[in-house]
């Protein structure tokens, strides 16, 4: 008998694998797809050669990861490349703000009014990230805080609304980067802990960087594999899980699926029910003839671009997601441009681009149109550039990955408490009404990313068990 199954070989499953693996649990990985990586592969979508990250392509969470950093991954593959900037914003008169690795940067670019309150916001944090980051990517039950007065006084900054954060600036520019940050997953600007959002990737660019992983977001998921199986451990892919008796016997089931399939699979009933999921996405893949023909020049050099006019466009674009179902007419997009830090991805000359805007959960549209508009808005010239494109919606993103329901990349609504207490309003969120069934999904704390921290969460509930068992 096996010590552990995980079901789902996205970078969560792999890590509670490894991790597992790690402390001598003998552990084997099932995956329903030919390849490992969940949200984290890589693939050619568009033209040969073209190599593209089908969901997730820049890892401000993932180099900055307590779990990847513990982790040897290097040795396995695993290389950070990082463009001249982590990101940039354009805006329609050809200027640009910019969160740089440099605070100074950055708050030069928001202009003299706000440069000032940016960096009194940052510089309080700054110098204890890493001890703030395992804290705010951890919960009390499986790691005590190691600064718990950083970690508080963080909460008193972040867990009101990101509206009420940005009124300590005064031009648009700084309003406007910081609720694109907020953007990232998808929740309402005047949500509960939003500002906490923004400012966790604002601390993540300042401290390592928005970096993409050499020859694609494949290449993460390829290193805890490779590691897993040095530990041991095995994977088997190609493999479906319907139920639970489709399983080798083991004395640990841990799922990294959405909670909706894991209730199915293991025979919950209704325990999820009331597990919301969040705005679907419209993601268009591009192969491209040169570099995306951005007007302002910081763009230029930036490894993710966000594109929106202002805060208030930004606003509406996520409440139409949210609360209607129809799609933005103006869509805020997030962009990334592999080929600044990595020509590899794409033969020479030539590059790959990645854009998605936020719709309703499951719409059934074709955001195309819409998005080369916004981008034209800001790179004039772009559809001249485009040589192929991939689509896909909410309904083919749901295909792809059984754990984006209704498009979902975020594996359920990032708003109201479910921000912080997810899958359920629980202090075990890993645990499950079936003793030796766990969940290590996105859907569980800290939520949406290629981080791995939610697989490090959920290995440490299924090893205390394992001991006293």
Same mark, same amino acid.
């Given at each position: ?28 990985v ?50 950070? *490349?990082? #463009? @001249? !900037? ?5 805006? &329609?008169d /050809?200027?640009? =703000? ?37 804290d ?25 609304p ?14 406007? *980067?910081? #609720? @694109? !940050? ?5 929740? &309402?600007? /005047?949500?509960? =802990? ?20 050499r ?44 909670p ?47 594109i ?46 990645w ?30 550039r ?56 996105s ?17 440490k ?9």
């Amino acid at each position: 008998m096996l010590d552990a199954v995980v079901v789902g070989a996205g970078p969560n499953g792999l890590t509670a694998a490894v991790e597992l693996a790690r402390r001598g649990f003998s552990v084997a990985v099932f995956e329903a797809r030919d390849t490992v990586g969940g949200g984290a592969r890589t693939e050619e979508l568009t033209l040969p050669g073209f190599r593209h990250d089908p969901c997730s392509a820049a890892h401000p969470l993932g180099i900055n990861s307590p779990a990847f950093r513990a982790l040897p991954l290097e040795r396995y593959g695993l290389e950070w *490349l990082h #463009a @001249g !900037l982590p990101m940039a914003h354009p805006f &329609p008169d /050809g200027s640009a =703000a910019v969160l740089s690795r440099s605070v100074g940067e950055t708050a030069a670019s928001f202009g003299v009014r706000d440069a000032g309150a940016y960096r009194r916001l940052v510089e309080r944090f700054l110098p204890r990230w890493d001890t703030l980051a395992r804290d705010f990517m951890s919960l009390p039950l499986t790691a005590l805080p190691r600064d718990p007065v950083t970690l508080a006084r963080f909460g008193l900054v972040g867990l009101p609304p990101s509206t009420w954060l940005m009124r300590r600036f005064r031009d648009e520019k700084a309003k406007t *980067l910081f #609720a @694109g !940050l907020v953007a990232h997953v998808m929740a &309402p600007l /005047g949500g509960f =802990a939003t500002g906490a959002i923004g400012l966790v990737f604002a601390l993540a660019a300042h401290a390592r960087g928005w970096p993409v992983a050499r020859g694609g977001s494949q290449s993460i998921s390829d290193a805890l594999t490779a590691y897993l199986k040095d530990l041991g451990g095995t994977v088997h892919t190609d493999y479906e899980v319907k139920r639970l008796d489709d399983l080798p016997p083991a004395r640990a089931y841990v799922f990294d699926t959405s909670p909706t399939a894991l209730a199915r699979i293991a025979g919950l009933g209704n325990h999820y029910a009331g597990y919301r999921y969040g705005p679907g996405v419209f993601k268009i893949d591009y192969a491209l003839d040169g570099p995306v023909p951005w007007t302002a020049e910081e763009p230029r050099r930036a490894g993710t671009v966000q594109i929106g006019a202002d805060s208030a466009e930004i606003g509406a674009a996520l409440d139409a997601a949210y609360g209607t179902d129809r799609a933005p007419e103006r869509p805020f997009l997030i962009t990334v441009q592999p080929g600044v830090a990595d020509p590899t991805r794409a033969p020479a000359g030539k590059h790959v681009f990645w854009a998605y805007g936020h719709v309703p959960n499951g719409w059934s549209g074709d955001l195309t149109d819409a998005v080369e508009r916004q981008l034209e808005r800001f790179a004039p010239g772009f559809r001249d550039r485009v040589l192929a494109r991939a689509t896909a919606g909410p309904p083919e993103l749901a295909v792809r990955n059984a754990n984006y329901v209704g498009g979902d990349i975020a594996s359920g609504a990032v708003s109201g408490l479910q921000l912080l207490l997810r899958p359920k309003l629980s202090l075990f969120p890993y645990s499950t009404p079936h003793p030796a069934v766990f969940i290590c999904s996105s859907a569980t704390p800290p939520g949406p990313g290629v981080h791995g921290m939610s697989g490090h969460n959920a290995a440490k509930a299924v090893w205390r068990r394992l001991r006293q068992t």
